[in-house]
């Protein structure tokens, strides 16, 4: 009886070996094969519940779908659960884009506290972004809240000389606010200045998929892309707060 149930568990385990053999061997594929399709790293493959589709995300930040015998792409494609009514796609898009909200470097951030300051939230942004500068408004009415701004020059060379004299300048969160706000240009002296800060900022940003601007980060780290309105803000702000005491 012993000797049965031993080959058993042998045959048990031997099996699912094989197919965990098998299903890294198909992801190592698809991988393959999309890099070498697209031009572009891919950061992972995962088997999905929907029609034997394996789903691609791409160094980018960009998910994409195809097969096992990778036949074909589904680019720019939205799963949608019809019993849930949930998108599938945008959902994942939410967790494989996630930061770890902690591992930002706040060093590299230009710092605003209003009142307690015990809400936080970052974004990173370009000065030449109209959305930014609607966001930057939005802002001033945020209350209790620490507002970290990563300079995030990637629309023109001009965006990034701006971000330089930002940086550069005395009181950084003045110049930020007298230009975004205000439309006063910025005047940092950037000849002996460090800026290294942005350099790391963008590449920080390419590395996680941060693709456009503004991009706002709350503590649980999913990004959220566009200049919400004060309350979408404020309520993630809250929910940040209460997920963090969980």
């Known amino acids: 009886m012993q000797l049965k149930n031993l080959v058993k568990s042998l045959f048990v385990s031997f099996t699912l070996l094989s197919t965990s053999a098998a299903f890294a061997a198909v992801e190592d594929d698809i991988k393959k094969n999309t890099e070498n399709f697209v031009g572009e ?3 992972s493959v995962v088997k999905t519940n929907y029609g034997d589709l394996y789903e691609v995300f791409l160094q980018g930040g960009d998910l994409i779908y195809t097969d096992k015998n990778n036949s074909f792409y589904l680019v720019s494609a939205n799963i949608v659960d019809p ?3 949930t998108n599938v796609t945008a959902e994942r898009l939410k967790k494989l884009t996630a930061i770890d909200f902690s591992k930002l470097d706040f060093n ?5 506290v209003r009142g307690n300051g015990k809400r936080v939230m970052a974004t990173f942004e370009d000065p030449n972004c109209g959305y930014c500068k609607r966001l930057a408004k939005t ?3 945020v209350k209790d809240t620490t507002i970290y701004v990563f ?7 001009d965006s990034l000389e701006k971000s330089k004299q930002i940086w550069c300048s005395k009181d950084r969160a003045k110049a930020w606010n007298d230009w975004m706000v205000n439309g006063i240009k910025p005047s940092g002296n950037t000849e002996k200045c460090d800026v290294t800060a942005i350099d790391k900022n963008r590449e920080f940003g390419m590395k996680n998929g941060v693709r456009g601007t503004p991009s706002i980060f709350f503590a649980d780290g999913v990004k959220n892309p566009g200049a919400l309105p004060l309350e979408e803000i404020n309520k993630q702000l809250e929910k940040s707060i209460l997920t963090s005491k969980k």
């Open 83 to 85: 019993k849930s009514k």
């Open 151 to 157: 300079l995030y020059p990637i629309l023109s060379p």
């Open 139 to 141: 802002l001033q009415s």
């Open 41 to 43: 790293k891919v950061k």
């Open 108 to 112: 590299n951030a230009i710092k605003q």
